[in-house]
């Protein structure tokens, strides 16, 4: 008897899919790797166009199938929400989010699971990041996963506490980390690459918004200091935030417009490019729930510079130089010294480099594939 294990994949070909659509298309392409003996693996999509059922087919090879629901993701988010319908019936179901068909049942009847996933707790902790009607709807969702979820997948124990203190789960929360994502490698034709992109010959990398929680206005306010090194900044992300504008913020910072580059929507090659070239990545979240863009560096092995967001320390296990938030403007300070004190020192730099390669290690899709086929097991 095989037994068939389907994955809700329908982030990939959702209109954005995110990062959330890297982890759907990374997990489960692991997961169909590492399947066991006498099982495999389905997908299920909503209703879509034939495109986007082919797409699905072509970038996750080796799927037994392909469940397509009646309704559309956005008709079948709100039923889903609401519980009104039984697709796509029982079975043994993975969510890699909290988009999943909740609702009651017993496993010991007919072997049915229901286990999501949770990046996140934006809706409770932050919910001007997001919109009112994403707001309601995770809430709405998270509350369905306390009566019906059989599990609750987080990526780190930092956040497994955060989900505690919202919802009582009891046992359920199991952390299965990140990796980075597919194709972050570095290939021959990276100087091309580089060039057009235009790279300056040495700079830091910063992943973020001008969102303030994000802390990339701290790094701004640290390139501006006094004995600073007037090292170029890359800036992985949106050039605007609000009626903010990255350039015009740095200007303020007195930092001249020729050192600030930004870039967004790389491919996984080109962001490969700019973290690896960089002097030291730089992530300094106030807030965090997971590390995987601290793992990305790594696994290129730059040097990282991180707040003490307890899931990047967590992450971290002292590969990177984490910097204390604290309260007012101190963190523009420390961050400012962390800097200094890596761009100055090329030993630091090599030893946080060797670190960091090392604790990239811990950390594969291979090994988030097998803990998930075994907390099915388990169930």
């Given at each position: 008897m095989t037994t068939t294990l389907r994955v809700i994949v329908d982030q990939i070909i959702a209109p954005?899919?995110?990062?959330?659509?890297?982890?759907?298309?990374?997990?489960?392409?692991?997961?169909i790797a590492a399947t066991p003996r006498d099982?495999?693996?389905?997908?299920?999509?909503?209703?879509?166009?034939?495109d986007d059922y082919d797409r699905v087919l072509v970038?996750?090879?080796?799927?037994?199938?392909?469940?397509?629901?009646?309704?559309?993701?956005?008709?079948?988010?709100?039923?889903?929400?609401?519980?009104?319908?039984?697709?796509?019936?029982?079975?043994?179901?993975?969510?890699?989010?909290?988009?999943?068909?909740?609702?009651?049942?017993?496993?010991?009847?007919?072997?049915?699971?229901?286990i999501v996933t949770v990046h996140d707790v934006l809706a409770w902790t932050h919910p001007e990041a997001l919109s009112s009607t994403s707001v309601a709807w995770q809430r709405g969702m998270l509350k369905r996963?306390?009566?019906?979820?059989?599990?609750?997948?987080?990526?780190?124990?930092?956040?497994?506490?955060?989900?505690?203190?919202?919802?009582?789960?009891?046992?359920r929360v199991r952390v299965v980390g990140t990796a980075p994502r597919d194709g972050l490698a570095i290939g021959a034709d990276a100087p091309i690459r580089a060039a057009r992109m235009g790279l300056p010959s040495e700079y830091l990398a910063?992943?973020?918004?001008?969102?303030?929680?994000?802390?990339?206005?701290?790094?701004?306010?640290a390139l501006g200091r006094r004995g600073v090194p007037e090292i170029p900044i890359v800036v992985l992300g949106p050039d605007s935030w609000g009626d903010q504008h990255l350039v015009t913020v740095a200007?303020?910072?007195?930092?001249s417009p020729n050192r600030v580059t930004q870039l967004d929507d790389l491919d996984a090659a080109d962001l490969a490019v700019v973290i690896a070239?960089?002097?030291?990545?730089?992530?300094p979240s106030h807030d965090a729930s997971a590390g995987t863009a601290i793992i990305e560096?790594?696994?290129?092995?730059?040097?990282?510079?991180?707040?003490?967001?307890?899931?990047?320390?967590?992450?971290?296990?002292?590969?990177?130089?984490?910097?204390?938030?604290?309260?007012?403007?101190?963190?523009?300070?420390?961050?400012a010294a962390a800097i200094t004190s890596i761009v100055t020192d090329a030993q630091l730099a090599e030893q946080l480099a060797i670190a960091g390669s090392d604790r990239s290690r811990a950390f594969s899709w291979r090994d988030s594939a097998e803990r998930i086929w075994q907390l099915h097991a388990d169930l």
């Amino acid at each position: 008897m095989t037994t068939t294990l389907r994955v809700i994949v329908d982030q990939i070909i959702a209109p954005v899919p995110g990062a959330l659509g890297r982890y759907t298309h990374d997990l489960t392409r692991a997961v169909i790797a590492a399947t066991p003996r006498d099982c495999q693996v389905e997908a299920i999509v909503s209703s879509s166009p034939p495109d986007d059922y082919d797409r699905v087919l072509v970038e996750l090879p080796g799927l037994a199938g392909l469940y397509k629901t009646t309704l559309a993701r956005r008709e079948l988010a709100a039923a889903w929400q609401l519980g009104l319908t039984t697709s796509p019936g029982p079975g043994i179901i993975h969510a890699p989010s909290l988009f999943a068909p909740l609702r009651r049942h017993d496993r010991s009847v007919d072997g049915s699971q229901v286990i999501v996933t949770v990046h996140d707790v934006l809706a409770w902790t932050h919910p001007e990041a997001l919109s009112s009607t994403s707001v309601a709807w995770q809430r709405g969702m998270l509350k369905r996963a306390r009566k019906h979820a059989d599990a609750v997948v987080v990526p780190t124990h930092a956040l497994a506490v955060r989900l505690g203190e919202i919802t009582d789960l009891g046992d359920r929360v199991r952390v299965v980390g990140t990796a980075p994502r597919d194709g972050l490698a570095i290939g021959a034709d990276a100087p091309i690459r580089a060039a057009r992109m235009g790279l300056p010959s040495e700079y830091l990398a910063v992943p973020g918004t001008l969102e303030p929680r994000k802390g990339l206005v701290d790094v701004l306010a640290a390139l501006g200091r006094r004995g600073v090194p007037e090292i170029p900044i890359v800036v992985l992300g949106p050039d605007s935030w609000g009626d903010q504008h990255l350039v015009t913020v740095a200007e303020e910072f007195g930092i001249s417009p020729n050192r600030v580059t930004q870039l967004d929507d790389l491919d996984a090659a080109d962001l490969a490019v700019v973290i690896a070239g960089a002097s030291a990545f730089i992530e300094p979240s106030h807030d965090a729930s997971a590390g995987t863009a601290i793992i990305e560096a790594f696994s290129l092995a730059t040097p990282v510079i991180h707040s003490d967001a307890p899931a990047f320390l967590e992450v971290s296990a002292g590969a990177g130089l984490a910097v204390p938030v604290g309260v007012g403007d101190g963190y523009g300070d420390r961050l400012a010294a962390a800097i200094t004190s890596i761009v100055t020192d090329a030993q630091l730099a090599e030893q946080l480099a060797i670190a960091g390669s090392d604790r990239s290690r811990a950390f594969s899709w291979r090994d988030s594939a097998e803990r998930i086929w075994q907390l099915h097991a388990d169930l």
